[in-house]
C-alpha cells in the first residue's frame, strides 16, 4: 500500500548483517510518482569511509523494485550524471527521509515484485532482505 504522506509511517527494523559496519548518512525521494515512480537515493559510509551510494528506481504501478544502482567513492560528477538518468524526467522535489522510512518503501515496493512476478535487480538483494524483517505501521 502506497502511503500519501510516507513521513507518517513507523517501522521495526533489524540491522542486517550486510550492512553492520556501514554509517546511515541519508536518505532522498523524489516527490513525484509520475506514472507511479520515484527514486530513492541512499547514501552510507563504510567504516573504513568509503562513501556508498544506492539509488533505487520504485514503480508503484507495475514493476516494483525495477532499478537499482550502486556507487562506491564516485566522484560528484559521476554521482550526479547518474542521479539524473535516473530522476532527471521526474522533476518536483527531494524530501529527506529516516532509514527506517526508506526501508518501509523499498518494502513496498518490493511487494509488487512479488505481487506480479517481475523480476528484481539481483545486486539489490541484501537490501530485500533486510525489508523483510520489518513491520511498517501507518501512524
Partial sequence: MWYND????E????????FLDKTFEFCFVTNTRLMGVVVMHIRLRSEVN????YLFHLDFEDYGIDGYSFLENVSPET????????M????????ELDLDQGLALLKEAYSLNEKYNESLPEA???WVAWTD???VNKK
Fill in 6 to 9: 510516507f513521513r507518517n509511517i
Fill in 11 to 18: 517501522v521495526v527494523i533489524w540491522m542486517s548483517s550486510d
Fill in 50 to 53: 568509503d562513501q556508498l551510494d
Fill in 79 to 86: 554521482l550526479n550524471h547518474e542521479l539524473m538518468s535516473k
Fill in 88 to 95: 532527471g524526467g521526474l522533476g518536483g522535489s527531494l524530501v
Fill in 124 to 126: 539489490c538483494l541484501p
Fill in 133 to 135: 524483517s520489518i513491520s
